[in-house]
């Protein structure tokens, strides 16, 4: 049957597009591409926290800083009054008790100011190193999505040309045939159709007799006895 050998051009050019599809899901860089999304998730998240981090130590600092200067202004003040004199002795050393806590003070805040200073440009550094492992990461990420594009334009390119010659192929066979070689190729691992060759199913590899041969030929359409393929006598 001429429908048949169509068919079987139909069948080599289907296997093709398969393959093609099956090289369009599993490019190497797919898997890259949705490690990078997700390293960039996570990192974009810890970014997040560490710049919060940043600020609010920024702005304890700022507030430690503005408290201090408002305790050097008033031990400034306290002791000024203290060493103008006039006072009485009580008064005297009551300006000595304040004097004593207002350095008792600034002497905590100064304690403060340093030890917040120190932890600012450790934490400056850390999100400057994110900063610039996210960007890293996101240049990797544009690389291979460029190359996916590629890589895809290359495929749906020969795809297209495949399905062209796919279409021109299965014109001819009539509608019910197709149908059936559609099913077939469902359940049969997209095999739906083979050559008989030197007794031997192209299908399942297993061998007719010749009785079984006789029968395959005069079935409409020929299939094998084995696997149910249909068969190119």
Same mark, same amino acid.
């Given at each position: 049957?001429?429908?048949? $050998?169509?068919? *079987?051009?139909?069948?080599? &050019?289907? +296997?093709?597009? /398969?393959? +093609?599809?099956?090289?369009?899901?599993?490019?190497?860089?797919?898997?890259?591409? !949705?490690?990078?999304? %997700?390293?960039?998730?996570?990192?974009? !998240? *810890?970014?997040?926290?560490?710049? /919060?981090? *940043?600020?609010?130590?920024? *702005?304890? %600092? /700022?507030?430690?800083?503005?408290?201090?200067?408002? &305790?050097?202004?008033?031990?400034?003040?306290?002791?000024?009054? #203290?060493?103008?004199?006039?006072?009485?002795?009580?008064?005297?050393?009551?300006?000595?008790?304040?004097?004593?806590?207002?350095?008792?003070? =600034?002497?905590?805040?100064?304690? +403060?100011?340093?030890?917040?200073?120190? !932890?600012? /440009?450790?934490?400056?550094?850390?999100?400057?190193? %994110?900063?610039?492992?996210?960007?890293?990461?996101?240049?990797? =990420?544009?690389?291979?999505? %460029?190359?996916?594009?590629?890589?895809? =334009?290359?495929?749906?390119?020969?795809?297209?040309?495949?399905?062209?010659?796919?279409?021109?192929?299965?014109?001819?066979?009539?509608?019910?045939?197709?149908? #059936?070689?559609? !099913?077939?190729?469902?359940?049969?691992?997209?095999?739906?159709? $083979?050559?008989?060759?030197?007794?031997?199913?192209?299908?399942?590899?297993?061998?007719?007799?010749? @009785?079984?041969?006789?029968?395959? @030929? $005069?079935?409409?359409?020929?299939?094998?006895?084995?696997?149910?393929?249909?068969?190119?006598?």
């Amino acid at each position: 049957m001429p429908a048949l $050998a169509d068919l *079987l051009d139909v069948q080599d &050019l289907d +296997l093709q597009l /398969d393959r +093609l599809r099956n090289e369009r899901q599993s490019l190497p860089e797919l898997e890259r591409y !949705k490690e990078l999304h %997700t390293e960039l998730t996570s990192t974009e !998240k *810890l970014l997040g926290i560490q710049r /919060d981090e *940043l600020r609010q130590l920024e *702005l304890d %600092t /700022d507030k430690a800083d503005g408290e201090l200067s408002i &305790l050097e202004s008033r031990l400034e003040e306290t002791e000024k009054r #203290l060493f103008s004199g006039g006072m009485s002795a009580r008064e005297t050393e009551n300006l000595r008790i304040q004097v004593a806590q207002i350095r008792a003070q =600034k002497g905590s805040a100064e304690e +403060l100011v340093l030890g917040l200073l120190e !932890k600012l /440009d450790p934490a400056r550094e850390t999100v400057g190193d %994110t900063e610039r492992g996210m960007e890293a990461l996101e240049a990797e =990420k544009t690389e291979i999505e %460029t190359q996916i594009k590629t890589d895809w =334009k290359r495929i749906d390119a020969e795809m297209a040309r495949k399905q062209g010659r796919r279409d021109e192929a299965v014109a001819p066979v009539p509608a019910d045939l197709v149908e #059936l070689y559609e !099913k077939l190729r469902m359940s049969k691992q997209g095999v739906a159709i $083979a050559a008989l060759g030197h007794g031997v199913c192209g299908g399942c590899r297993l061998s007719l007799s010749a @009785a079984e041969q006789s029968e395959v @030929a $005069a079935s409409d359409p020929p299939r094998c006895v084995h696997c149910r393929r249909l068969l190119v006598v």
